[in-house]
């Protein structure tokens, strides 16, 4: 017999072509001439579409997985982050400052102590104080938490109103920009949130009305409902913070001995040095608290960097589990065609050539799982991303970095390196004794 190298380069992806699929892709090899492996890998695709097509969903899933919740986990910090961009310093009575942090900036219904007028008007005056806004909570309407404050604090968090306008007077409202409330709207507020909200708490209290809607911000308060402060302390029966003869008028300035407590004030201050020093002057009095929310969150994050690291060795596990499961499916399968391999042998195809064919179907496989996975990753991040925004009320959006695109990289790579394995063993393994029926 000539050897297979004395063949000319058509006549030997004929021979290969007819050793496995017989007379028919002996035409279409003739096509492939000079490269007669990826004749025979697209022999094999075609053979074994369902199982192929298995192969290809294992490996989009393991990937998609790993990059679904590593982008997750960046939108999410991106996302808490911009949500406190507009709150620099809150300051509330001694207590938890996540709390604080979450009923301010997250409008989570939190138990919180309250600060008195005359402290909350020594902190108004407080040098380089350019803004101290009072935030009371602890009512709603259907889903949306209400809100108590002032009109500049709705122009620091969302600038002018998107639509409509500022309140004038008690009993008019401003809406988050996502709330399906429109303008002229009444509602009367109800004690509590959600299901536990007592709807006879405030029976007979005055209709509010919607008469603006606030810019979208991309956070918590855009399915809020923001009151005039001196209306939700009219709800419940307290002063308006402001003295007889001033009963009709809206935000500052407050009377301290006309005020009732306030659970959280939020404070911008002229500068940054200012910020730092007025939250050094207030959180060591023993009345008070200080917090920065970004460093609330800095401070979760880190707690629940353990998490991500976990997280992230459970997802490589699990990749390399598939992984695992991949190759070993593959030496299977790849051991139903060892008498069509040996055969390639018989004929006088060197084991290098055999290793060609095996490794090449191995990582074309791999590689369309892996871009499969990769568009489906990018799905099921956007699909989280959904989820959790609508769950918290925060604008979160994940996109795909080059973290995601090393670690399927990576993926690839090494997998692509191990898929060697099985093809050495077939190409080791391909023999006459394969031959027998």
């Given at each position: 017999?000539?050897?297979?190298?004395?063949?000319?380069?058509?006549?030997?992806?004929?021979?290969?072509?007819?050793?496995?699929?017989?007379?028919?892709?002996?035409?279409?090899?003739?096509?492939?001439?000079?490269?007669?492996?990826?004749?025979?890998?697209?022999?094999?695709?075609?053979?074994?579409?369902?199982?192929?097509?298995?192969?290809?969903?294992?490996?989009?899933?393991?990937?998609?997985?790993?990059?679904?919740?590593?982008?997750?986990?960046?939108?999410?910090?991106?996302?808490?982050?911009?949500?406190?961009?507009?709150?620099?310093?809150?300051?509330?009575?001694?207590?938890?400052?996540?709390?604080?942090?979450?009923?301010?900036?997250?409008?989570?219904?939190?138990?919180?102590?309250?600060?008195?007028?005359?402290?909350?008007?020594?902190?108004?005056?407080?040098?380089?104080?350019?803004?101290?806004?009072?935030?009371?909570?602890?009512?709603?309407?259907?889903?949306?938490?209400?809100?108590?404050?002032?009109?500049?604090?709705?122009?620091?968090?969302?600038?002018?109103?998107?639509?409509?306008?500022?309140?004038?007077?008690a009993g008019e409202a401003i809406?988050?920009?996502?709330?399906?409330?429109?303008?002229?709207?009444?509602?009367?507020?109800?004690?509590?949130?959600?299901?536990?909200?007592?709807?006879?708490?405030?029976?007979?209290?005055?209709?509010?009305?919607?008469?603006?809607?606030?810019?979208?911000?991309?956070?918590?308060?855009?399915?809020?409902?923001?009151?005039?402060?001196?209306?939700?302390?009219?709800?419940?029966?307290?002063?308006?913070?402001?003295?007889?003869?001033?009963?009709?008028?809206?935000?500052?300035?407050?009377?301290?001995?006309?005020?009732?407590?306030?659970?959280?004030?939020?404070?911008?201050?002229?500068?940054?040095?200012?910020?730092?020093?007025?939250?050094?002057?207030?959180?060591?009095?023993?009345?008070?608290?200080?917090?920065?929310?970004?460093?609330?969150?800095?401070?979760?994050?880190?707690?629940?960097?353990?998490?991500?690291?976990?997280?992230?060795?459970?997802?490589?596990?699990?990749?390399?589990?598939?992984?695992?499961?991949?190759?070993?499916?593959?030496?299977?399968?790849?051991?139903?065609?060892?008498?069509?391999?040996?055969?390639?042998?018989?004929?006088?195809?060197?084991?290098?050539?055999?290793?060609?064919?095996?490794?090449?179907?191995?990582?074309?496989?791999?590689?369309?799982?892996?871009?499969?996975?990769?568009?489906?990753?990018?799905?099921?991040?956007?699909?989280?991303?959904?989820?959790?925004?609508?769950?918290?009320?925060?604008?979160?959006?994940?996109?795909?970095?080059?973290?995601?695109?090393?670690?399927?990289?990576?993926?690839?790579?090494?997998?692509?390196?191990?898929?060697?394995?099985p093809g050495w063993v077939i190409?080791?393994?391909?023999?006459?004794?394969?031959?027998?029926?």
């Amino acid at each position: 017999m000539s050897g297979w190298s004395d063949l000319s380069a058509t006549w030997q992806d004929a021979l290969i072509c007819l050793a496995l699929l017989g007379p028919g892709a002996v035409a279409g090899s003739v096509v492939l001439r000079g490269f007669a492996p990826w004749a025979l890998v697209a022999a094999f695709l075609r053979r074994f579409v369902w199982t192929n097509l298995l192969f290809v969903i294992l490996i989009a899933a393991s990937v998609a997985l790993g990059i679904g919740l590593v982008a997750q986990e960046r939108a999410l910090r991106m996302g808490g982050a911009r949500a406190t961009d507009k709150f620099d310093l809150i300051i509330s009575a001694p207590g938890s400052e996540l709390s604080v942090t979450l009923a301010a900036v997250f409008l989570q219904p939190m138990q919180l102590q309250l600060l008195d007028g005359s402290t909350f008007a020594e902190i108004e005056a407080s040098p380089g104080v350019a803004l101290a806004a009072p935030l009371v909570f602890g009512d709603s309407f259907g889903s949306a938490p209400i809100v108590g404050t002032t009109a500049a604090f709705v122009d620091h968090l969302a600038g002018p109103v998107a639509e409509g306008r500022v309140w004038q007077k008690a009993g008019e409202a401003i809406v988050g920009a996502t709330l399906p409330l429109t303008f002229g709207d009444g509602f009367v507020p109800a004690h509590g949130y959600g299901e536990a909200a007592d709807q006879d708490a405030h029976k007979g209290a005055p209709e509010h009305r919607v008469v603006g809607r606030m810019a979208a911000t991309g956070t918590p308060w855009d399915r809020a409902i923001l009151l005039p402060i001196e209306s939700v302390w009219q709800v419940h029966g307290l002063a308006t913070g402001h003295a007889p003869d001033r009963v009709a008028q809206m935000g500052a300035p407050f009377d301290a001995a006309f005020m009732p407590g306030v659970p959280v004030m939020v404070v911008k201050a002229a500068s940054l040095p200012a910020t730092y020093a007025v939250q050094s002057r207030w959180q060591s009095d023993t009345r008070t608290m200080a917090v920065f929310p970004g460093a609330v969150l800095s401070g979760l994050y880190r707690v629940m960097g353990n998490v991500r690291v976990a997280m992230s060795a459970i997802s490589s596990l699990a990749q390399g589990l598939v992984a695992a499961s991949i190759l070993a499916g593959l030496l299977i399968l790849l051991r139903l065609l060892g008498r069509q391999l040996a055969l390639l042998r018989v004929l006088g195809a060197p084991a290098r050539f055999v290793l060609a064919v095996v490794w090449s179907y191995c990582a074309l496989l791999l590689a369309i799982g892996t871009l499969v996975g990769l568009a489906a990753g990018v799905g099921l991040a956007a699909a989280l991303s959904n989820w959790v925004s609508g769950e918290t009320g925060v604008l979160i959006y994940a996109t795909i970095g080059w973290t995601e695109l090393h670690l399927t990289a990576g993926f690839l790579s090494v997998v692509a390196a191990l898929s060697l394995l099985p093809g050495w063993v077939i190409s080791r393994n391909a023999n006459v004794a394969d031959l027998r029926l």
